[in-house]
């Protein structure tokens, strides 16, 4: 993995646990609703952050990698899995 791709992805994940720490609190303390919505929003969106530097990180290395090492169709199917999960998201 990339370092700074790695520094980044532990950054967040480490902001994404206290967030979470402080969701389990709030409907623990049975916080308004809304503000429970708005901090599990953005848990999920630090969350998709993290996603989207493990992919960089793939592409721009596995990936390529076995592009160049003739495992064309093996980066074929695994761009295509990744493209489905993202699908299911929407």
Do not use: F, P, W
């Amino acid at each position: 993995m990339k370092a700074a791709i790695k520094k980044s992805a532990l950054r967040r994940l480490s902001i994404a646990r206290g967030q979470l720490s402080g969701l389990i609190k709030m409907v623990g303390d049975e916080k308004y609703c809304v503000d429970i919505i708005t901090q599990s929003s953005a848990i999920k969106e630090a969350l998709s952050g993290v996603e989207r530097l493990i992919l960089e990180n793939h592409l721009s290395t596995h990936v390529i990698h076995q592009m160049k090492s003739g495992g064309e169709k093996r980066a074929v199917g695994e761009i295509l899995k990744l493209y489905k999960l993202a699908q299911r998201k929407k």
